[in-house]
């Protein structure tokens, strides 16, 4: 069942009506649980444990209403690439000699074959994968997000309130969103920034290494998922941890390098390694990302402010010319380039808006109310700042996605949730306003959760590419599918993305070119069925190929 925002909204705006004229409303019913909720969140372990827990086995039980998720999305398709790659024991794979055919959006080809993006979410579909289906490993990392969320809120606000954040994240983003119902990422970025922020209070409390050994995990969580805004995310950690050390308050060397210094460095030197030899693996340098080898290949449009971009790319199918040169990228980029002081701010309130119809919606713009007590309250200046300085960093690139900004998940729900410690104050003519209005919030987050699902366009010919493949594979042999797009095709609905080992897959996906003859790709596939798809017809099935035309 789908609300509109309008009648959510509306129900979210009566509710706080009533809570403000009547906040005790309910009380008799609710203070219990609040009791129950407060005496959970002093075991701080089982409350992660818990939170964690709760929006995966919920996700889980709705599987006969809602099943696993199709992939949609190029990047979707480059991940699964990915998380197959590293099941079957590799980093990457070796170029195919059809690979004119198999060319496709967010794959590098040569000098190996390989998705360009960083490894981290491909190593959790892989758990998934090698545990019966890629989506288990969305499921454990969504898990593990709330859960490293809580454990985050608890090293910054008292217990009861880290739960309250816990609960707020896992109804927001743990069931309905699209980090659980998609491939694209988003929670493993999520649990770096998590750990890198949990750690810096516990830090500078505790001087304890393993709390130090959790900030270079984090870190290196960021640097192989979200390298780009991980810096970023980093920056205002790093620089507040090396004022500490520096500062009166901090212990002696003696003390802070062997429990702090070390097992940080020595963390991200293991993560420094493992990159290089994960791009040397993939591109033959360690120096070099498959990312920006495939950005050299095939982008000719700017991605940060400062680049103008390349002269338009000669690519070997129409597909790629009108995504990368006449289409989606070129226009997207100029689009969200921020290269004047107006643009930026219609860029800035773009983002803002992605962002808060992502993360918070109509109940958690509420405690957004109490935004001039927390901007100026000690006890999270750090997390103002470093969410200050990631929005205005993430400027930077021509484009947004909610995803983009998963290393700032933690701490925008620290906020609110500070936000709300604020608000439960608030009297008005002698009545508790502020704890009817705060207990709305909650029950809102967790009622109106199903409702406010940030939906991917989910187009009809992505579904029927998902038909044709489980209608092939249910078929006896090995199949072999030629895509013949239209001159009207939009790129953004792509239908050749193979496996990891080609060879060895029951269905693999060519596409055809015009002007380049299929007769190599027929040869090199001899014996398997051949079939043709017309992927932008009305019906787009499969029919078998007419062998008697691949010599012309």
């Known amino acids: 069942m789908r609300f509109s925002s309008q009648l959510v909204s509306l129900l979210v705006v009566v509710s706080l009506v009533v809570?403000?004229?009547?906040p005790q409303a309910g009380a008799r019913f609710l203070e219990p649980i609040e009791q129950f909720g407060a005496h959970l969140a002093n075991r701080k372990l089982l409350t992660i444990v818990v939170v964690g827990i709760a929006p995966a086995l919920i996700r889980v039980c709705l599987l006969g209403i809602w099943p696993v998720p199709i992939p949609i999305v190029h990047d979707e398709f480059s991940y699964l690439l990915a998380a197959d790659t590293i099941a079957?024991?590799?980093l990457t794979n070796p170029p195919h000699p059809m690979w004119i055919y198999f060319e496709t959006m967010h794959v590098n080809q040569h000098p190996t074959y390989m998705s360009k993006y960083p490894p981290a979410q491909g190593a959790i579909l892989a758990v998934g994968q090698l545990l019966g289906n890629p989506w288990i490993g969305i499921v454990l990392s969504v898990a593990l997000m709330c859960g490293a969320i809580v454990w985050m809120l608890q090293g910054w606000l008292p217990p009861q309130w880290a739960l309250v954040g816990g609960i707020?994240?896992?109804?927001?983003?743990?069931v309905s969103g699209y980090w659980m119902?998609?491939?694209?990422?988003?929670?493993?970025?999520?649990?770096?920034?998590?750990?890198?922020?949990?750690?810096?209070?516990r830090i500078m409390r505790f001087h304890r290494g393993q709390d130090a050994a959790f900030l270079g995990l984090g870190a290196g969580i960021l640097a192989n998922s979200r390298p780009f805004e991980g810096i970023i995310f980093c920056v205002p950690v790093f620089v507040t941890i090396m004022i500490w050390l520096c500062?009166?308050?901090s212990p002696p060397w003696r003390e802070?390098?062997?429990?702090?210094?070390?097992?940080?460095?020595?963390?991200?030197?293991?993560?420094?390694?493992?990159?290089?030899?994960?791009?040397?693996r993939g591109t033959g340098d360690p120096l070099l990302f498959p990312y920006t080898l495939n950005s050299r290949t095939y982008m000719s449009a700017p991605e940060l402010i400062w680049e103008k971009g390349k002269a338009p790319l000669r690519y070997f199918n129409p597909q790629f010319e009108s995504f990368y040169t006449t289409g989606w990228s070129r226009q997207t980029a100029f689009a969200g380039k921020a290269n004047s002081i107006p643009k930026a701010l219609r860029?800035?309130?773009?983002?803002?808006r992605i962002y808060g119809r992502f993360f918070l919606w109509v109940e958690l713009c509420v405690p957004l109310l109490a935004l001039p007590w927390v901007l100026t309250d000690r006890r999270v200046r750090f997390l103002v700042f470093q969410f200050g300085f990631c929005l205005l960093a993430f400027l930077l690139v021509d484009w947004f996605q909610p995803h983009y900004a998963a290393p700032l998940t933690a701490g925008t729900f620290a906020l609110l949730t500070q936000g709300m410690r604020h608000l439960r104050r608030w009297r008005w003519i002698n009545r508790t306003t502020g704890i009817g209005l705060t207990r709305v919030i909650v029950l809102c987050a967790l009622v109106l959760a199903p409702f406010h699902r940030f939906y991917l366009d989910v187009q009809p010919q992505l579904v029927n590419r998902s038909r044709v493949e489980t209608q092939l594979t249910a078929m006896p042999g090995n199949h072999l599918v030629v895509v013949r797009y239209s001159s009207q095709h939009n790129p953004l609905l792509e239908w050749v993305y193979n496996r990891a080992d080609i060879d060895r897959a029951r269905v693999v996906w060519a596409r055809e070119i015009p002007g380049v003859s299929l007769e190599p790709l027929l040869n090199y596939y001899r014996g398997r069925d051949v079939w043709l798809v017309e992927a932008d017809s009305p019906?787009?099935?499969?029919?078998?190929?007419?062998?008697?035309?691949?010599?012309?």
């Open 247 to 249: 500062g009166h308050r």
């Open 88 to 90: 079957h024991g590799r």
């Open 347 to 352: 860029v800035v309130w773009s983002d803002v």
């Open 19 to 22: 809570a403000w004229f009547a």
């Open 539 to 552: 019906t787009p099935d499969p029919v078998p190929y007419d062998l008697s035309l691949h010599d012309r």
């Open 168 to 174: 707020l994240a896992s109804s927001r983003l743990g």
């Open 181 to 201: 119902n998609s491939y694209w990422g988003g929670a493993v970025a999520a649990i770096g920034g998590a750990l890198v922020v949990g750690a810096v209070p």
């Open 256 to 280: 802070t390098a062997p429990r702090i210094i070390l097992p940080v460095f020595a963390v991200l030197a293991l993560t420094v390694i493992f990159m290089g030899y994960y791009n040397w």
